[in-house]
């Protein structure tokens, strides 16, 4: 009898951790944002030291069925984050400087925001890449586009920009905070997916590295942009060539915009694929890069900042889950 409980403890524990949902979250103003589902929940450090949390409904793009076709969910997927991030982001700025009572963004707001946010990326990402790499043709270590050796420039220059510019803004003390904060909610995640109870002495022991964070969605999508450039590009090349040099590289420069619906799209499933593929060489080749660049956008945590980041994982995951949460946070 007592090896038959033992056996049915291992499967109701074997079932919990089957059941648990899939979430996930994003650094803010000090403070985290977790997501569980159509639910999200907001966790902010106050002047007064004081936690303050806030649950809200996730905001989606597109019709609800999109988000289950593979190889077209990307890119909603990625403007709803990107939008549901930037309103917690403002109103994390908010929280931690002790306004609490000022307006929420506008769908307006936020909608100018998400194409200001984009513009710059477009500006950063794709087209100064692509100058960059025409003046290596200029100086003849590179060839026109519809050979590789363009392509290739243009992807090294992406990712000198990308990490350049993360390693820039690290020396902000504000993202810096935000980086501990970001490596707070890994570790948090961690220790709720481990199965066990969730607490600050847990969390603490996980690692601030995670294979599902946007940093490794956005290096998947630098990877994913480069293959496809190189294919596509010559491609279209082939078909459509106008005489002037300027209409030539300025079309080429949309063109590689209007990509950027199928490379997200691409990259989101690759990163699924690089989750869920077990710990062989294989998959720990697939996650290697993404989190080495995580060690640029985490930092490790104080225990105050994985306070906040349980807090908000608690009140995005609801009463259901409440019992694997320690104190203090009960």
Same mark, same amino acid.
């Given at each position: 009898?007592?090896?038959?409980?033992?056996?049915?403890?291992?499967?109701?524990?074997?079932?919990?951790?089957?059941?648990?949902?899939?979430?996930?979250?994003?650094?803010?103003?000090?403070?985290?944002?977790? @997501?569980?589902?159509?639910?999200?929940?907001? =966790?902010?450090? @106050?002047?007064?030291?004081?936690?303050?949390?806030?649950?809200? @409904?996730?905001?989606?793009? &597109?019709?609800?069925?999109?988000?289950?076709? @593979?190889?077209?969910?990307?890119?909603?997927?990625?403007?709803?984050?990107?939008?549901?991030?930037?309103?917690?982001?403002?109103?994390?700025?908010?929280?931690?400087?002790?306004?609490?009572?000022?307006?929420?963004?506008?769908?307006?707001?936020?909608?100018?925001?998400?194409?200001?946010?984009?513009?710059? =990326?477009?500006?950063? !990402?794709?087209?100064?890449?692509?100058?960059?790499?025409?003046?290596?043709?200029? /100086?003849?270590?590179? &060839?026109?586009?519809?050979?590789?050796? !363009?392509?290739?420039?243009?992807?090294?220059?992406?990712?000198?920009?990308?990490?350049?510019?993360?390693?820039?803004?690290?020396?902000?003390?504000?993202?810096?905070?935000?980086?501990?904060?970001?490596?707070?909610?890994?570790?948090?995640?961690?220790?709720?997916?481990?199965?066990?109870?969730?607490?600050?002495?847990?969390?603490?022991?996980?690692?601030?590295?995670?294979?599902?964070?946007?940093?490794?969605?956005? /290096?998947?999508?630098?990877? =994913?942009?480069?293959?496809?450039?190189?294919?596509?590009?010559?491609?279209?090349?082939?078909?459509?060539?106008?005489?002037?040099?300027?209409?030539?590289?300025?079309?080429?420069?949309?063109?590689?915009?209007?990509?950027?619906?199928?490379?997200?799209?691409?990259?989101?499933?690759?990163?699924?694929?690089?989750?869920?593929?077990?710990? &062989?060489?294989?998959?720990?080749?697939?996650?290697?890069?993404?989190?080495?660049?995580?060690?640029?956008?985490?930092?490790?945590?104080?225990?105050?900042?994985?306070?906040?980041?349980?807090?908000?994982?608690?009140?995005?995951?609801?009463?259901?889950?409440?019992?694997?949460?320690?104190?203090?946070?009960?």
């Amino acid at each position: 009898m007592k090896h038959k409980g033992s056996f049915l403890r291992i499967l109701c524990l074997a079932a919990e951790s089957c059941a648990l949902p899939l979430v996930g979250g994003q650094a803010v103003m000090e403070g985290v944002l977790m @997501r569980n589902g159509a639910t999200s929940a907001l =966790a902010v450090r @106050r002047p007064s030291g004081a936690i303050s949390v806030e649950s809200r @409904r996730w905001s989606t793009v &597109g019709p609800r069925g999109l988000h289950a076709v @593979r190889f077209l969910r990307g890119f909603p997927i990625l403007v709803e984050t990107l939008a549901n991030g930037i309103r917690a982001l403002n109103r994390s700025a908010d929280l931690s400087t002790g306004e609490e009572d000022s307006s929420p963004m506008t769908r307006g707001q936020v909608a100018l925001t998400l194409a200001l946010a984009l513009g710059a =990326a477009v500006l950063l !990402f794709v087209a100064a890449p692509h100058v960059l790499a025409l003046f290596m043709q200029y /100086l003849g270590l590179g &060839g026109g586009m519809t050979g590789l050796s !363009f392509h290739l420039w243009d992807g090294l220059f992406k990712f000198l920009m990308f990490t350049g510019y993360i390693a820039a803004i690290s020396f902000l003390p504000d993202i810096r905070r935000v980086f501990q904060y970001h490596g707070a909610e890994h570790k948090t995640i961690h220790a709720f997916e481990k199965g066990g109870p969730v607490s600050v002495e847990s969390a603490r022991q996980g690692s601030r590295l995670h294979p599902r964070c946007g940093t490794t969605f956005l /290096l998947f999508v630098l990877s =994913a942009a480069i293959v496809l450039h190189a294919v596509l590009v010559p491609l279209l090349l082939l078909f459509w060539e106008p005489s002037s040099a300027l209409v030539r590289h300025a079309g080429v420069v949309c063109f590689k915009i209007a990509l950027i619906a199928p490379v997200s799209a691409l990259a989101y499933e690759l990163i699924h694929y690089a989750a869920s593929v077990d710990g &062989g060489l294989w998959g720990r080749a697939l996650r290697a890069p993404g989190l080495l660049l995580q060690l640029l956008t985490t930092r490790e945590p104080d225990d105050g900042q994985l306070e906040v980041a349980l807090t908000a994982l608690r009140e995005a995951l609801g009463p259901s889950f409440a019992g694997r949460f320690q104190s203090p946070l009960l």
